[in-house]
């Protein structure tokens, strides 16, 4: 693995990336807090860690592992080419070992973190809604999509900056397969940059088809650009035997804090 510290801004003449393929990081340390949390109706996370050092669970590594088998598994044509990375230590971390051992650039990118939750950084959504009723009210109102919290990023905002990525990705890597290792929101954007989806769309999927850990969203060039091939496959993970781990779902708002 060559890791480089260019920007993604350099391009190329050609446009247009073979293939790209979304990787969500491992189950986290953050995910087991924020399940424990909510299964005792608690208000805050026990982790005394900012969101960017959260890192991956002991289960976390081990599907971060399955995915490194998996690519091993793949003939050299269906391997990446090049890697991007969120630069959060679970996302970072899942990259690092699941590309072990394969000669690509590495490039880590900021624009591809986790959604800042602002003042509601390692709340769950109980604690919210006792400690922040009118916000959470105006959340209701506003929707999902387009709700800023104070302080933090709507999916909106995610959004944005997902598509200035995209646009420098395309370029730079034209004609190559390349692997992101992000988050769940900012895969989820990554749709409705690519795809188009609406607000309703991309809410209705993440809410009927939860984005697991380690789990792989695959686009493939065609006569349109890039087509969706796959959302969410978890081949790897359940090849390996591994545990397939999603967000918490106990109603109340976002399936939990994506960590």
Known sequence: MTTTRESLESASEARGLAE?????????????ADRAALDAGEAYLDID????????????VEQAEAVRDYLRSLPADRQPTAVLSSPYRRARQTAETAVEGLDVPFV???RVRERDL?????M????I????AEESRRRQRVGKFYYRPPGGESWVDVVQRVRQVLLELQERYAGERLWAFSHQATIMCFRVAVEGLGE??????D?????????????????????????????????AGEDVTHEPSHGGGDQGQGR
């Open 20 to 32: 790209l393929v979304l990787v969500r990081h491992g189950e986290s340390l953050g995910n087991l």
């Open 49 to 60: 860690v900012r969101d960017a050092d959260v890192e991956l669970s002991e289960t976390g």
């Open 108 to 110: 880590v990118d900021e």
């Open 118 to 122: 602002g003042v509601f950084d390692g």
């Open 124 to 127: 769950t959504w109980i604690g």
């Open 129 to 132: 809604e006792q400690e922040h």
């Open 200 to 205: 309703a769309e991309v809410l209705a999927a």
């Open 207 to 239: 809410k009927e088809t939860p984005l697991a850990n380690c789990s792989m969203t695959v686009y493939r060039a065609g006569d349109e650009g890039l087509e969706l091939v796959t959302y969410g496959d978890t081949t790897a993970v359940d090849r």
